[in-house]
């Protein structure tokens, strides 16, 4: 079984740990979708993890999303990147005990499998809310 822990947790772990260190980090490009992930920049580690392909979306290529986070978080603030790639995710609904859940969010009425979609990813805006007053 995998352990899951809250996508803000995890980025503000992983922000501490590249606030710490000097080098960049290195990964794929954003056309190649391999292993280590599709972001180049500054935020590559954050965005390959806010990209990642959860639930009725883990069949997903998520390299034009890493492309696209990485594209809104180059030249920001780490506190403005930071807010960019907790307020990124994919879109969509999935079954759990018989309940239908949005992808991130609560669950409601009940669920059978073709219920189960993916819409997509969403990538948050310096200047829409959440993130426009930490990115101003």
């Given at each position: 079984m995998i352990r899951q822990i809250s996508l803000a947790s995890y980025l503000a772990v992983t922000l501490t740990a590249l606030t710490a260190c000097s080098s960049s980090t290195s990964g794929g490009t954003a056309t190649d979708g391999g292993a280590g992930g599709g972001a180049t920049g500054t935020y590559a580690a954050k965005c390959n993890l806010a990209c990642a392909p959860v639930k009725s979306c883990?069949?997903?290529?998520?390299?034009?999303?890493?492309?696209?986070?990485s594209t809104a978080t180059e030249g920001l603030t780490a506190a403005c990147a930071q807010c960019i790639t907790e307020n990124s995710h994919w879109n969509g609904t999935y079954c759990a005990n018989g309940s239908k859940c949005s992808i991130g969010s609560d669950c409601f009425g009940a669920c059978t499998p073709a219920d189960e979609s993916c819409l997509g990813y969403s990538i948050a805006k310096a200047s829409e809310s959440p993130c426009a007053t930490v990115c101003k």
């Open positions: 883990s069949t997903q290529d998520p390299s034009k999303c890493e492309a696209d986070c």
